[in-house]
């Protein structure tokens, strides 16, 4: 985790840089996660993808203006731990090798410091896009694996994982709508 003191003040971010951030850092998103087949790709970017869930929801519950998107933010991070527990649980299982990581790669740790840099007129705006394009990503990712992957039971974690991130991205097309 990164030192609380190096997290940017609100309002230090720039909503127009923020939204040229966040469109690359989608595309680039999108396009591993569509080619995230292999077990250890798609374990590694579907840890990072909760992660940056998790920590993005934690702000959001410190910093959104709007009720509903606080209540978004909390069913986030309840849904996101029980994703984060899940994929653990599956590999201890496993007896996997391979370890979760516990930190966010740099396009990630871009967007959630653009989001914690976001002026509080913006903040709710910002937090919505980021989790469009952070759950477009996810269910690319997650289905990939689930119709392609060659381990059985985390391709049938991924399936199972599914119905519930699309069930995100359609809160937050509610979200989008109301503001």
Known sequence: MSDPSDKPTPGSKSDTASAVKEAIGGAAGLAAAATAITRDRFVHH?????????????????RAQRQDVKEFARAMLADHEKVGSELKSFLGGTNSPQSLPDQLDAVHRTLIDDLDGAANEDFDKRYISQQKIAHQEAITLFTTYHHSGRDGGLRNLAGLALPVLQQHLEMVNELEKAS
């Open 46 to 62: 579907a840890a990072i993808a909760n992660l940056y869930e998790l920590e993005a929801a934690k702000i959001a519950l410190r």
